[in-house]
C-alpha cells in the first residue's frame, strides 16, 4: 500500500460518505429523536457495516452477491422496503397527547438501523467492488486489504460521528427537538421517496 494509492482510497471514501442519501436520514432522525447518545450509535454501526461490507468486497465475496442475480435482488428489495418501512414510521408519527415528545427511540434500535440501512443496500458493494479494483492486486498483502477496509469504516463512522455531535449539540438540540414531529415526518418522506427510486432502479432492470 503506497501513501498515494492510500491517500486516493481516502479522497473517494470521504467522498461517498459525504453524499446525502438514506444514511444521513437515518443518523439525523435518530440524533434528533434520541439524542447524542442514539445518533452516536448508529453512526458507530453504519461505520462497522460499511468497514465490512468494504472487507467482505475485498475478499471477493461481494462480488459474488454480485454475480448472483437473485441475492442481489433480494438484497435490493430488502433495502428498499427497509427504508420505506422507516419512512413510514416517520411519516405517521404524532406527538402525544400530553405535548411531549413522540416515543423515544432505544439506543438498540438506533443501532440497528445504522446497521441495516448499510447492510441492506448492495449498492455499497458494488461502489467497493469499483473502487478496490482499481488498488488492490494478486500481490496486495492481507495486512494491506484489512487497512483499506479499516479506512473506509474510520471514515464514514468518523463523518457521522460528527453529524451526531454536531445536531445534538445541547445549545440547539432543545429547539430542533419542539419540531421532532415534523422532522419525523421530513425524514420519512424523503426515505420513502428513496425507497421508491431503488424500487424504479430495480423494475428497469
Request: charged letters at 10%; one cysteine or more.
Amino acid at each position: 500500500m503506497t501513501l498515494a494509492t492510500w491517500l486516493t482510497v481516502v479522497t473517494i471514501c470521504v467522498l461517498g460518505a459525504m453524499s446525502p442519501g438514506p444514511s444521513l436520514a437515518v443518523v439525523l432522525k435518530q440524533t434528533l429523536a434520541g439524542g447524542r447518545r442514539n445518533g452516536v450509535a448508529a453512526a458507530l454501526l453504519h461505520g462497522l457495516g460499511v468497514g465490512l461490507y468494504a472487507l467482505l468486497s475485498i475478499i471477493g465475496l461481494a462480488a459474488v452477491i454480485k454475480a448472483s442475480p437473485v441475492a442481489f435482488g433480494l438484497l435490493q428489495w430488502g433495502g428498499a422496503l427497509y427504508l420505506a418501512w422507516l419512512g413510514m414510521k416517520g411519516l405517521t408519527s404524532k406527538r402525544r397527547e400530553n405535548g411531549n415528545l413522540p416515543e423515544v427511540p432505544t439506543t438498540s434500535s438506533a443501532a440497528r438501523d445504522g446497521f441495516l440501512v448499510v447492510f441492506l443496500n448492495p449498492k455499497i458493494a458494488v461502489f467497493f467492488i469499483a473502487l478496490f479494483s482499481q488498488v488492490v492486486g494478486v500481490d496486495t498483502s492481507f495486512v494491506a486489504k484489512l487497512g483499506y477496509a479499516a479506512t473506509a469504516l474510520v471514515i464514514d463512522g468518523g463523518w457521522y460521528l460528527i453529524v451526531a455531535w454536531m445536531f445534538s449539540n445541547p445549545r440547539w438540540l432543545s429547539r430542533l427537538q419542539r419540531h421532532t414531529v415534523w422532522f419525523e415526518r421530513l425524514f420519512g418522506a424523503i426515505l420513502v421517496g428513496l425507497a421508491g427510486r431503488l424500487v424504479l432502479g430495480i423494475l428497469r432492470h
